[in-house]
């Protein structure tokens, strides 16, 4: 392990579905917390999760009392004719006294840039940029002092990115990784009518079906789409369309068409992450259960202190909070992963 004079300490984001989650993630260590309104404004706008007005002005005082910094998501894109509910979570922003906000719409980024100058900007990694050029576009434009990159670049990608932007970068460690790049998925759109990127919504829960037969064999569905079946020992996954299992042309057994259920998880990867010009860590998991929010973040922490303190990252396994109980480093090792 390197002296730890040779890296500047990353900031840990954890995710905040709840204020309970919020408190539970800056008890476990967070530097920062991210979280979003309960509406379609945030890319993940399920019932019973994100905060309203009030609890959010008590988040931030919550938070900032510990010394931990809120990160409000206003990071879908808005739809033709609805552009009010985008402006009105911008303008909410500066007055609940939020440390930066999170966006992915251009047209979002640059009413807040216009009317709240002094309003930190990040870019959601739900706008796709993942090249110096068009982070430079949107660092030029729009004054955005941090990029979340998509899940899809190498380390050393990272690292040459790093050397050609102006601004700071947020990359993910652990949590939910799909097939599709951030910002440009279709598929529940497709099946319910409800858009990931301008709902907020993949797989809405109203659409989501569970069948039982004789056998207890359990069917998952999505509308009216077969998403998997699984056996009465088998754990059964939530039914999102990339990570289902299908019968397609001439194959007659099931099979994973799109991806397998798996988790990112960057622990071993921390120490070159943060070489590469890493400013801030992000764990993945706003849906997930405070169980989660307190251990991966507590995991996480202990990583982060022991590569700082020059020891090797010593992170308890997390295989049980994976998804499929299977975990991976994805695109960040190498292109070789799919």
């Known amino acids: 392990m390197a002296d730890a004079a040779h890296y500047t300490r990353p900031e840990l984001v954890c995710p905040a579905g709840t204020p309970a989650a919020l408190r539970t993630a800056v008890d476990a260590g967070a530097d920062a917390v991210y979280c979003g309104f309960q509406n379609e404004t945030n890319a993940r706008n399920f019932p019973g999760l994100n905060f309203s007005v009030a609890e959010l002005r008590d988040a931030v005082g919550y938070a900032h009392g510990r010394g931990a910094k809120v990160l409000l998501a206003i990071n879908t894109f ?103 790049a951030e910002g440009r998925c279709s598929l529940t759109n497709y099946i319910t009518g409800l858009s990931t990127n301008m709902d907020g919504v993949c797989s809405p829960a109203a659409e989501v079906r569970y069948e039982e037969d004789a056998e207890r064999n359990l069917t998952t569905k999505l509308g009216p789409i077969v998403i998997d079946q699984f056996a009465p020992r088998e754990s059964a996954g939530y039914p999102t369309i990339c990570k289902g299992r299908y019968r397609c042309g001439a194959r007659s057994d099931p099979y994973y ?23 801030a860590l992000k764990i993945e998991g706003r849906q997930r259960s405070r169980a989660y929010v307190k251990s991966v973040v507590t995991a996480f922490r202990k990583a982060v202190d022991d590569v700082m303190a020059g020891r090797d990252p010593a992170i308890a396994s997390l295989l049980a909070l994976t998804e499929g109980h299977r975990e991976t480093q994805g695109a960040f090792r190498s292109k070789t992963w799919r």
């Open 78 to 180: 808005p739809p033709a004719g609805r552009f009010g509910l985008w402006r009105e979570a911008i303008d909410l922003a500066p007055g609940l006294g939020v440390d930066a906000v999170i966006v992915a719409d251009m047209g979002v980024a640059a009413y807040a840039a216009r009317t709240h100058p002094a309003l930190r900007l990040h870019l959601s990694v739900q706008a796709g940029a993942s090249s110096p050029e068009a982070i430079r576009f949107y660092c030029e434009e729009f004054g955005v002092k941090r990029v979340v990159l998509p899940r899809m670049l190498t380390v050393a990608e990272i690292a040459d990115v790093h050397s050609a932007i102006p601004c700071e970068i947020e990359a993910f460690i652990f949590g939910n990784i799909g097939m599709m």
């Open 257 to 279: 068409a799109f991806e397998e259920p798996v988790s990112l998880n960057l622990s071993a990867l921390l120490p070159d992450l943060m070489r590469a010009g890493v400013t």
